[in-house]
């Protein structure tokens, strides 16, 4: 029953579909997985297990009567504590909002749940999800199941753990700055943050929120690239409102296999050093696929000065989540704008920048991307996809001391800005393109390590094709030792 358990959730649908199991005795195998391993790993923070068992006994009861059943018919399945879930509790691991209980369903929520999933509970976050790790005041911290003793990523960081130990069948949580991404990287398993806008995040907001904001979007995590499409087909296409006169087609991808894909490849550049660990797993990875008869060119690049545009990133980042801080977290941002200057390229000066800018400075910002976003529109006409990585370093010990912006991280055996790595989250997520992350392997230093895979904007099933690509080929998902 452990082999069981990770399984991917297209496959615990289909053993479900064939009646090879039950969805109850599946959801009772994640229970008893969740009682013997999360007190280690606090990556799951709230359940419902009784409601479970009752929409999982109306899942085993429809199967036996026949017919169509939905594409994860009976999947267990738990969601980041950011969606509202009916009954459940949406804090965002801020104790001001410790008592909000959603009444409503999110959109990801309802469509998953149309997909067949049985949603039985939520994974920890970091506070107001603006962390690569996941501790908060509520919920408390949660590990990585590769090392008990490391961030298993944020601000999905409870997603990705729950997968990787085997205690869910299929998880989805959202991604400004790498927070589908990182995690999938420093649990091991696969992660896709959609492009900008196919998948409605309403309902996956703080209280009293609908405009979605810039930059931010939600998307799925998984044991497999299966599951990653599956589920990016539950989730995407236009909300209630735009649904009367909108319709999303994404494009497939523009061969079957490996042989004449067209393959870009970025593992180093200036805004971010990469550690030779991680960057060495990648490395041996393109080399493999460049003996599959695919298109690789480790040069090839947009017209892009990738500094510019992760400053633009960085700024449109700030802009993007300056709501949140309160009035004197604004005034001590306006203040040290004042005493640092508009020359200044610290990330703290930028951050102070981006959450204390003019209306007109952000429509400057807004524009210069548009120009990045027509760069890489170009430089996808000839390339299938990017293949880079998802942050400086397989998964890095806890530090939760200060502010993020005061941390750092090692990197070949020097002490690096944590922030410095956002510029692997951002080059491609402030210009609205998908990305998808699938295990590259295991590192030298026994952490698994990710490979980004950036395609063009709504090019997503290419993204996803070609992790299903490396799935195939050279292996995918991999169950930490001991779980």
């Not at 080399?287 to 040069?299: F, L, M, P, Y």
Request: hydrophobic fraction near 40%.
């Amino acid at each position: 029953m452990t082999e069981t358990a990770f399984k991917s959730a297209t496959e615990l649908a289909a053993m479900i579909r064939k009646r090879e199991i039950g969805a109850e005795e599946l959801l009772d195998l994640y229970f008893a997985r969740i009682d013997e391993h999360n007190p280690a790993l606090n990556a799951i923070i709230w359940e419902d297990r009784e409601g479970a068992r009752e929409t999982a006994r109306a899942a085993d009861s429809r199967t036996a009567q026949g017919g169509d059943l939905p594409p994860l018919h009976g999947v267990p399945m738990t969601i980041k504590e950011s969606y509202d879930l009916a009954g459940s509790p949406t804090t965002w691991g801020d104790p001001e909002f410790r008592d909000n209980i959603a009444d409503t369903d999110s959109v990801s929520v309802a469509r998953m749940k149309a997909a067949g999933v049985n949603l039985f509970g939520k994974t920890n976050v970091p506070l107001m999800l603006a962390d690569w790790q996941s501790y908060n005041d509520i919920y408390g911290v949660t590990n990585n199941p590769w090392d008990l003793g490391r961030t298993p990523g944020g601000s999905s960081g409870g997603s990705g753990a729950a997968l990787a130990a085997g205690m869910t069948g299929i998880e989805a949580g959202s991604d400004i700055g790498a927070s589908i991404r990182n995690p999938a990287h420093y649990c091991g398993v696969f992660g896709h943050k959609p492009s900008w806008g196919i998948c409605p995040p309403r309902g996956q907001a703080l209280p009293g929120v609908l405009a979605q904001s810039d930059i931010s979007v939600v998307g799925p995590l998984a044991r497999s690239a299966d599951d990653l499409e599956a589920a990016l087909d539950a989730m995407a296409g236009p909300d209630d409102m735009a649904a009367a006169g909108y319709r999303l087609d994404l494009p497939g991808p523009r061969v079957p296999g490996f042989e004449g894909l067209r393959v870009a490849v970025m593992l180093e550049a200036e805004p971010s050093e990469v550690d030779t660990v991680y960057g060495d797993l990648l490395q041996e990875l393109v080399d493999r696929i460049g003996a599959t008869g695919a298109i690789v060119s480790d040069t090839a690049r947009p017209e892009i000065d990738m500094n510019e545009l992760h400053e633009n990133y960085t700024l449109l980042l700030r802009a993007a989540t300056s709501g949140r801080q309160s009035e004197a977290v604004l005034r001590e941002h306006e203040d040290a704008v004042e005493r640092l200057g508009t020359d200044d390229p610290s990330y703290y000066a930028r951050m102070a920048r981006g959450n204390t800018m003019r209306h007109r400075e952000w429509l400057a910002l807004r524009e210069k991307r548009e120009h990045f976003r027509w760069a890489w529109h170009r430089f996808f006409r000839d390339w299938d996809v990017l293949l880079c990585p998802v942050a400086a370093s397989t998964a890095f010990p806890h530090d939760h001391e200060g502010e993020r912006y005061q941390r750092t991280v090692r990197v070949n055996n020097r002490e690096v800005p944590t922030t410095d790595q956002l510029f692997w989250a951002g080059f491609n997520g402030v210009c609205y393109l998908p990305g998808a992350v699938a295990p590259a392997g295991i590192a030298r230093d026994g952490l698994p390590g990710g490979v980004q895979i950036v395609g063009p904007y709504l090019g997503d099933r290419a993204c996803i094709h070609t992790a299903r690509l490396i799935e195939r080929h050279f292996g995918g998902f991999q169950p930490p030792p001991g779980y």
